[in-house]
């Protein structure tokens, strides 16, 4: 199986308002660098899994609403507690809904499964991988 | 499928007393910078896969007895090779011991899959992932 | 499952002639940064998954006809184009042969799965896994 | 000169309230993966420029009031702007009075230059670099 | 003293004709991640000692004309052999023609010394520093 | 002021005899990844500040006698406690010696400064920097 994988990056604020987080149930923040790994079984004439310079445009498309906000204050995260692993399904969610809709070009359909990882820090990260 | 992983290190001598280590039959030593990933299907209600607090914890105890230690010395290796492989599997039976103890709190049960990682320069590691 | 992973690099020039590929139609180049993956269920009498040093010089082998090389130059990618999936797996399909053919040692049929990633740079990698 | 350095990180919110910041002028965050660096003209009787322990402990220490907080609200930034240079330089002054203090041991007065590096992303990182 | 480092990257081909490059001396290529330092001794009213959104526009512009470039093309590359020590010597003083022409913002005659490193592989670096 | 810097690594076991190291007193190891950077004030009519085959050759030459040791048996560290900032400075005496001897090829002359970085595990470092 093949897979193409992309980076960018994040700058958030959050508080994760409940007790086993300790520290962490006040305001604060993370820069989360995130890699989207696209699986294929095959490549497709132009020896592409997918195209990367659309994965690079997705992933960009994806952390724009996120960039720069504090994630308590967004509709999308009412009720939920955004920790990275919720954070990586989010994600995980939003590129699948835009694969869905073919914005990965003509090799959208092929791309059979999805990782989304979100690096925390240089000793913490946290990953969401599915079937399409 | 989510996944936490946290990371750490231990220094540690040993000697690889075999002739396919060549000049790593003597005794020699390593930094390992030890990555364990922990595998889950769901995140409970506070969003959680595991208890990253938990997580790093249990990663320090089971490094504890091995910490700027000579494995040449240590009963517990008495009659093995501790090769990279060895101490990885060394660690994922450690760490699955402690999840079936309950240690990574009651999302313990949760864990389906771990995975060790062991980082012996910036050009080879090794790693051993099993169900749990 | 175990795995052990070692690191290589090579510097090539290409040209990726589609359309698909924008700037990158034109003559350029770039490091790979590769690491090979190999994986098994078991461990030899002597803690092995394989021989690392057996690994790290089969990879250099197999990266030795491409380095310092113009790509669109070579007989072997005659009619292909060079993205990084398709050189992912040229040097899957080339470790697999030296594989198949002892040159990781005795325990070259222990070798059951394979995984060539080609780091093209800080934001963007590919890879090729599959069994052997 | 010899150098000592040691890294750890803080996870911080805050908003940079002023016209050239564009996006971020609203409430976001950072993770800081923070370096300091204590430069020495010699080692001691023990081969030691500084204690990496100790090192640790007041990297730690200093991190400590600003990790997990939203630093908009916390007294010792009042009226400042909170930028990745700006921390440096208050990390560097605050690392200097534990020096001055005798923090770093018996060779604290052996440190003559001292560099304060933090990460912000994979693509930027600010320091602030002086003599003591 | 103060700095701000940037990252970006590059993909070029090239070839250098002289006997010392053994087999560098074909038609090759690389990866060059390339980091800009921009170095102040005070920092400005909003705690910058660049602003990083320009630093990082301004590094993207001066790598745009080499970037998935045949460097043996060019005409200002014309008569030199573009090792990573030249190309961080040209990329060097692109930067500080930028500067001087006041691209960096109001704060561009703050910026003392500049430093570019060219990261071509895992192995290998160079960089080029100097006072402006 | 330009820099060419090469990068290698060595896997020691060592002792730290000394009250202050703490568990490091006894038996343990390390794996140094040692990067070696060559200062220079020009270039030679090639392009090089030095030869990087050459920096790379010498680098592990100086490695060599000590990789896979247990340095507490090596008469050139009799007395000595070999701490990361000792080992930094021995392996900087060791390459200024070769650099002396012109092993750095006809431009051994031209370098004026040297650096040596041992990186210890993903959270320490040190290094020894002097003029030659």
Redesign the interface.
Known sequence: ?????????M????S?K?E?????Q????????VDAAFFTQD?DD????I???LA?QVLGDVLKPL????LD?LAMFAG???????L??HLFDAIAAKIAAGELGPGSGRIEKLRITLH???????????AL
Chains 1, 2, 3, 4, 5, 6 share one sequence.
């Open positions: 199986m093949f897979a193409v994988e992309v980076r960018d990056h700058m958030i604020a959050h994760l409940r086993v987080f300790g520290p962490a006040g305001l604060h923040g993370a820069t989360f660098v490549l132009d020896g592409l899994g195209d990367i310079g690079t960039n720069y906000q504090n204050d939920k507690v955004t920790t990275t692993e919720v990586a399904k925390e820090s240089h000793v913490a990260r946290a990953w969401y991988e599915g």
